[in-house]
Nanobody, 117 residues
Framework: QVQLVESGGGLVQPGGSLRLSCAAS????????MGWYRQAPGKQRELVAR???????NYADSVKGRFTISRTNAKNTVYLQMNSLEAEDTAVYYC???????????WGQGTQVTVSS
């Protein structure tokens, strides 16, 4: 069982930056692929960025060059650095952990990011 707790959301002006953190409980954090997803009002949840257990990353086209995902296995934490934020980035951001071995995934409770002047 893995529990995920996101933090770092808030209100930011267009062009600003935020860093989201996701702290995971439980053992063997390093075996999980970790991801950030977001869901805006009236829209489906979408993948923002993912980092594998081996450190490979991929991003949604809409955030490439602006967002960076990283992980610190010693701290059981994954981060999402968000720069040059736009109003379209406004959403609830969710952390996800997925085990390739079991196929089971876990979700955090979400953190609100609002980009507005």
């Amino acid at each position: 069982q893995v529990q995920l707790v996101e933090s770092g959301g808030g209100l930011v002006q267009p062009g600003g930056s935020l860093r989201l953190s996701c702290a995971a409980s439980g053992r063997r954090f390093n075996i999980y692929d970790m991801g950030w997803y977001r869901q805006a009002p009236g829209k489906q949840r979408e993948l923002v960025a993912r980092i594998t257990s081996g450190g490979d990353t991929n991003y949604a086209d809409s955030v490439k060059g602006r967002f960076t995902i990283s992980r610190t296995n010693a701290k059981n934490t994954v981060y999402l650095q968000m720069n040059s934020l736009e109003a379209e980035d406004t959403a609830v951001y969710y952390c996800n952990a997925w085990s390739r071995m079991t196929g089971v995934d876990y979700w955090g409770q979400g953190t609100q990011v609002t980009v507005s002047s």
